[in-house]
């Protein structure tokens, strides 16, 4: 034990936290138990993913107003004729049938009264959705960016916002906690030569939870299509003289 006289008796079962960053890629925490001769270490690992999957919801649909020139049929031909739009732009960017899900028709009424409740209008709106479920993601901006031009010529689109998932998360788990633990050594090693003591092997490890972001944010969300995947690992080392 007179080793770690060397890093002063006051050290002695306190924390003790050494920044390490190789590449600005990874940070490590040490804590030292000099009475068993061991020091805790973080190993971080992360990687910058691309989504693998891609859901989007579109809607569409039209207001009719109820008078005599009013017919349910007519506005089914509208609104029959937006879908088809929609449709043919999806395919025009390379979706294919099995990607794109189109889903039922709704119709629904509203009326407009006067403070008096006098009916003043009455108007009938027939709506309905389109389902994008898809692996190649990176054909959804390419599809928002036409939907957006069929706006411009009066189709009734709800361009709304996609969602961007990475489902393969085994894929890369195997690799990032081994570059992990590696990391979690090399910071116990900066610790060994401040501590003029050796690391040996390990006495215990603990996974931590993988979590994925958007690309450059700190929070869960699906907005992004690039990805952050990030892991700690916590492995207590036998330090030896």
């Known amino acids: 034990m007179k080793n770690f006289n060397i890093i002063g008796h006051g050290l ?20 030292l138990n000099a009475n068993k001769d ?10 910058r993913v691309e989504a693998n999957q891609a859901i989007w919801t579109i809607g569409y ?4 107003e109820n008078d005599s020139s009013f017919s349910v049929s007519n506005l089914y031909l509208n609104v029959e004729m937006d879908q088809k739009s929609i449709i043919t732009a999806l395919k025009e960017v390379g979706l294919t049938d099995e990607e794109i899900n189109v889903g039922t028709l709704e119709y629904s009424s509203k009326d407009f009264r006067s403070e008096d ?3 003043m209008e009455s108007r009938r709106y027939l709506s309905g959705n ?17 939907l957006n031009k069929l706006i411009a010529k009066g189709v009734s689109v709800d361009n709304n916002n996609p969602r961007y998932f990475f489902t393969e998360l085994n894929k890369i788990k195997p690799e990032m906690l081994k570059e992990a633990t590696v990391n979690a050594k090399i910071a116990a090693e ?12 390990i006495e215990n490890a603990r996974q931590g939870n993988f979590n994925i972001t958007d690309a450059n944010e700190d929070y869960s969300s699906t907005s992004k299509i690039e990805k952050d995947v990030r892991v700690v690992t916590t492995i207590k080392f ?4």
Not at 61 to 64: I, L
């Open 12 to 31: 002695l079962g306190l924390f003790m936290a050494i920044g390490i960053a190789l590449g600005g890629y990874f940070v490590s925490n040490i804590l």
């Open 38 to 47: 061991t020091a805790e270490a973080k190993g971080l690992s992360e990687r």
């Open 61 to 64: 649909g039209r207001w009719a």
């Open 117 to 119: 409740n006098v009916l």
């Open 130 to 146: 389109i389902n994008v479920e898809t692996n190649n993601v990176r054909l959804i901006p390419k599809a928002r960016a036409i």
């Open 190 to 201: 900066e610790f060994a030569k401040v501590a003029s003591v050796k690391v040996g092997g």
């Open 238 to 241: 036998y330090l030896a003289k």
